[in-house]
């Protein structure tokens, strides 16, 4: 019998992983400019931490989670989302009290939910997230949108459409249910058994029915902006201008409610339709939230915070034709000989100390077929390690690229490298960590 992954996960390596590794940094040093650190909470949780703020309603907790009781009898889930393991964090560790306010907090790791597998969607993804906590101010919704926009647009991500709606304070959201219910109460017998769940438990959640016939319905219900209560019309109008000065575009969608139930006032998806005309719909989501630390025992505090799954901004890369390459070795030392391997574990050493990625050919074998080797591994420059380089103290550098071999002195190895590799960390001519050729020289001189 063949084992096989289980449906909805997907094996990850090569340049799948390359492109990863690339997300996380690019997003980890954006979120870093704008002040926020790293926090990990663990992948499993007890199930009330989900329970008490996703929501009953949701349909992450209703049906997506991945639950079960472990040896001693406690209900625990592999978390769907982050933001309620960050919270419990925070309170659990009570840095509202030791950190300065707000926290501002970024997380990566993989995250589960049982729903139907789709175009970059899986059963077991990996979400990039951040979370603000403890400020309230309209100006962190405003400058969180502008953050998920930043990230997007420094991966080549140029024609995203922002979505973005307001779910008001308390009294908004009661009068908006009141109403909706209302409108609903004559036509939630044809709607989905989905529909007729939320209508009981939070009809809010209607408006995100994906069922054609349903949102058909949809369509002609009561808006939000219609039930707002002064301070938050007030407040979804300030954090539009905001944007606007920004010149960060976006839509109103009346119909944006986010499928979490914790969120208030601001919410917001990022959609994108790939080059290649794959409609991957929301790439990422968040909004603002006032209720949650206080449900896990914490004080009154506000937060706002949004998540990419990163599955899907690899898919788009890939039909973007954007995809970088596998990190491969730089270098690729070849001892011609296994009396040499001693020499070559010695050399790949002194690289790697200096900040050259390398390889070591061990199995030796003909000059030709090692050189093959490490043209199929991608490395831009062979060194030959035989007996007449170890009598003279010597190293054949062999270029790759161009095919051209020089002896070079092993003292002058490291300056010989250096001008040739200063420039190949990037792929392409354009360097993004600096401004300018000085400071590009600069930056690469670190390796010496």
Known sequence: MEIKNVKGTKDLFGNEIANFQYLNSIMSQICELFSYKEMRPPVLEHTET?????????????????TFLDKGNRSLTMRPEFTAGIVRMIVQNKLYAT?????KAYYCGPVFRYERPQLGRYRQFNQFGIECIGGNSLYYDAEVILLGYCILSSIGLDNVTIKINTLGDDESRENYKSALKDYFKDKIDLMC?????RYEINPLRILDCK???DQKVVKDAPKMRDYL???SKNRFEQ???VLDGLQIKYEIDDNLVRGLDYYSETVFEFHLTSKAGNDYGAIGAGGHYDKLISQFGGPNLSGVGFSFGLERLVSILFDNNEEVRENDAEIFVLPMEEKYNSNAIQ???SLRINGYSTNVNYENGKLSSSIKKAVRANAKLALIIGENEIESNTIIVKNLVDEKQEEVKLDDLSSYLHSLLRHHHHDSDKCECCYGDDDCENHHDERD
Do not use: H, T, W
């Not at 008490?52 to 907790?61: F, H, I, P």
């Not at 058994?193 to 769940?197: A, V, Y």
């Open 229 to 231: 209560s002064q301070a």
């Open 211 to 213: 069922v054609n016939e």
């Open 239 to 241: 954090v539009l201008k």
């Open 99 to 103: 950190e300065v306010l707000p926290i």
């Open 50 to 66: 989900f329970v008490r703020s996703v929501g009953e309603g949701s349909d992450v907790v209703r049906k997506e989670m991945y």
């Open 347 to 349: 050399l790949s050493l």
């Open 193 to 197: 058994d989905d529909c007729k769940n």
